[in-house]
């Protein structure tokens, strides 16, 4: 199989890539929408890479699944998927198979392949919300229904704030992007993207550099838990909220390192923008053998 197609659903944009040994052949990127515009831009890659078809379909989607019948269940930020069986549906229509997994492990799954291609590490989404993805002795970990690694719902604080998951006191609510917006608001009376949050804690404003100070220790304590359970090699990040990198990686490796007695690298993803595209590609190749 070489002949493969990447699906990258994300809550805003969606993106796609013909790819044939690890090169991007043919690319498109639109705002998320449903099978009409995933099967036009589908074909459009497939067209331009000069396939008459694909050999296979990975879409990685972030929304809980049923991996096994390729179904994206209950998903509130993506209206037009609810319910889609996407691989019955691509496969109808490209002839073809097709596989669905969750975004963040297919990311994983990119820096496996084409990244930093460590045998033990866990993969981080630092954006809007928190995802994650394990690779444990040179394997995909999916765990039962294809959901773990998910460390933005590791519970912190039982008392913390409310998370958009229903649970209190999660990673995502202290540290994911919308839970900082929120904690803004709630702390210090002001609407404040995470982006805008952090640029003025780097300008030194007392207030918003608390909250960020919060957050990464709240990142730190969620990577010593998995840290020491897995003992990984490598943590690596991608997602929004890394283009502040070199401002946020000092505080949450200070956190991490008092709090874990392992100590794995951290660095950010090597394929970009594209991890979880390629990944998406790789996916047929790791997919779960239910
Ligand atoms: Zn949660």
């Not at 660095?267 to 779960?288: I, K």
Request: charged share 20%.
């Amino acid at each position: 199989m070489e002949r493969l197609v990447g699906v990258d659903i994300g809550g805003t944009r969606t993106r796609v890539a013909a790819v044939q040994r690890g090169q991007i052949l043919a690319r498109r990127a639109f705002p998320t929408g449903g099978m009409a515009e995933l099967q036009k831009a589908v074909e459009e890659v497939v067209r331009e890479a000069g396939w008459s078809k694909p050999e296979a379909i990975g879409v990685g989607a972030p929304a809980p699944m049923d991996m096994r019948q390729g179904v994206i269940l209950h998903a509130p930020n993506l209206p037009h998927w609810n319910g889609v069986n996407v691989v019955k549906e691509l496969g109808a229509l490209f002839g073809c198979l097709v596989f669905l997994g969750n975004d963040a492990t297919c990311a994983a799954i990119g820096e496996l392949v084409y990244g930093w291609k460590s045998k033990d590490f866990l993969y981080v989404t630092w954006s809007t919300g928190i995802g994650g993805g394990i690779v444990a002795g040179g394997e995909v970990v999916w765990g039962t229904t294809g959901q773990a690694g998910e460390i933005g719902h590791i519970p912190l604080r039982p008392d913390g704030p409310r998370c958009r998951c229903g649970k209190r006191g999660c990673l995502e609510a202290f540290a994911g992007g919308l839970g900082l917006s929120d904690r803004a608001w709630e702390g210090l009376g002001e609407r404040l993207s995470a982006l805008e949050l952090v640029k003025r804690a780097q300008q030194g404003d007392p207030g918003p550099a608390r909250l960020v100070d919060e957050a990464c220790q709240a990142m730190g304590q969620a990577l010593a838990i998995v840290a020491e359970l897995l003992e990984p090699e490598l943590i690596v990040f991608g997602g929004g909220l890394t283009h502040s990198w070199g401002f946020l990686e000092p505080k949450v490796e200070t956190a991490l390192r008092e709090m874990s007695r392992v100590k794995p690298r951290l660095e950010l993803t090597r394929l970009g923008d594209d991890v979880g595209l390629l990944g998406a590609a790789a996916l047929p190749f790791h997919f779960p053998k239910f």
